[in-house]
């Protein structure tokens, strides 16, 4: 039986990956590294930690350090988010329906729990949610499923009894490891990929999700 729901954040909830997009990118020029769409799309869902740390194997420096990059990036990134990111399609009315349900909801972000209860406030749904939970207080965020049994232990409830609504690969493998009923929602121009089917359901956008069919494992799941 299913009791609650947990959404990711980014990319999901709000549409705030073009400004964590051009954060990274302004501030990586710092240290002549070019943040191309190819990288965009394999560094999606990451933590600005997990991000350097994919950067400067690529693309090795000195200085700035990571934590002068990542604190840049940070700033930036929170204070265009809060300023100007929208909800994206389906997200608030799926919010409430859920509550309507009875559902516990929550959140688990790799983003710090300030911008997540800022994000919350500004979309103003804080007052659905249970609880919510950041990865930067795990030893290790998404892919890790940390951050979802965290948030799962928080809401009372089992792993099993969740579903986890998910729009980057890494979030998904979390979710799915986390041993959660998992619903991906990749952008549009990931769709298609195939990472992406190792998903209970797939949807192009919350506004598809529909609790009383997609509440359960597909009997397809369970066979492969």
């Not at 990571?66 to 604190?71: A, G, P, S």
């Not at 840049?72 to 204070?79: C, F, N, S, V, W």
């Not at 990931?190 to 494992?217: N, Q, T």
């Amino acid at each position: 039986m299913i009791k609650a729901a947990i959404f990711d954040m980014d990319g999901l909830l709000i549409d705030s990956e073009p400004m964590w997009t051009e954060a990274a990118r302004s501030v990586m020029q710092k240290v002549n590294f070019e943040l191309t769409e190819a990288l965009r799309l394999q560094t999606t869902g990451l933590s600005i930690k997990l991000f350097l740390d994919f950067c400067h194997q690529i693309q090795p420096w000195n200085t700035p350090s990571f934590e002068e990059l990542e604190t840049e990036i940070l700033e930036k990134a929170h204070h265009d988010i809060l300023a100007h990111a929208e909800a994206m399609p389906g997200a608030i009315a799926l919010v409430s329906e859920l509550k309507k349900q009875g559902l516990k909801l929550a959140v688990a972000s790799a983003s710090h729990m300030e911008l997540i209860e800022g994000v919350l406030k500004r979309l103003e749904i804080i007052d659905y949610f249970d609880t919510w939970h950041s990865g930067e207080l795990e030893k290790h965020t998404k892919p890790h499923p940390a951050v979802y049994l965290t948030t799962a232990k928080k809401l009372g409830v089992l792993p099993e009894e969740c579903i986890a609504f998910e729009d980057s690969h890494a979030g998904l493998r979390a979710a799915h490891a986390a041993g959660m009923i998992t619903i991906s929602v990749p952008a549009a121009e990931v769709f298609e990929d195939k990472k992406f089917d190792m998903a209970h359901y797939k949807i192009p956008s919350l506004e598809k999700y529909i609790l009383r069919e997609m509440s359960g494992v597909p009997q397809s799941v369970i066979e492969n």
